[in-house]
């Protein structure tokens, strides 16, 4: 063991190994430096996904460009046999069905506390999970459907998830 020590040492010399015990050196400073700094922000202005999801939430609530053909705009928001279809047309269901556990894994991720937050998360996770391949199915449909989008389409697709996810969890009652 001793003798593969030295062989190696004597092969890189003793300045590339002090060199690269620098170099190693400097970039974990680096990540201290990046640490107190978020250290630092989450002092003075709450953490990044606090602050995100104010944001996050400040847009699904402010843009009602959903279809009122989709939603019955009660309260709270329902699902119209239009958007039932859409649901059907869209192949949602079945999309739902193979992978509910990350649209529930990111509603989760929220902590949901009230039906309120489960709302929201809902219609936040066809956002996050708009890239997932999964749901290529609705990007050719938006792209063959210019008047859908993901925008005016997410929260009739949330409002689906969000009924769902209530049905499974019946402790959250308000």
Not at 30 to 56: P, Q
Not at 111 to 122: H, I, R, T
Not at 146 to 165: C, F, I, M
């Amino acid at each position: 063991m001793l003798t593969i020590v030295i062989s190696i040492f004597s092969a890189l010399g003793i300045g590339s190994l002090i060199g690269g015990f620098v170099y190693i050196g400097r970039k974990l400073q680096v990540l201290d430096d990046l640490k107190e700094a978020f250290d630092e922000l989450k002092v003075t202005t709450g953490t990044i996904k606090d602050n995100l999801k104010v944001v996050t939430d400040h847009l699904i609530r402010t843009d009602k460009t959903f279809s009122h053909a989709d939603l019955k705009n009660y309260s709270p928001l329902q699902l119209s046999k239009g958007g039932q279809s859409l649901i059907h047309d869209l192949g949602f269901e079945e999309i739902f069905a193979q992978h509910k556990g990350d649209f529930f894994d990111y509603i989760d991720g929220e902590e949901p506390k009230l039906k309120y937050d489960v709302e929201a998360a809902a219609i936040k996770s066809m956002y996050v999970l708009s890239d997932a391949d999964y749901m290529k199915p609705l990007k050719i449909f938006f792209y063959n459907n210019p008047e859908r989008s993901l925008q005016n389409t997410a929260p009739t697709l949330g409002v689906y998830v969000r009924d769902k996810y209530l049905a499974e969890h019946p402790e959250i009652t308000e």
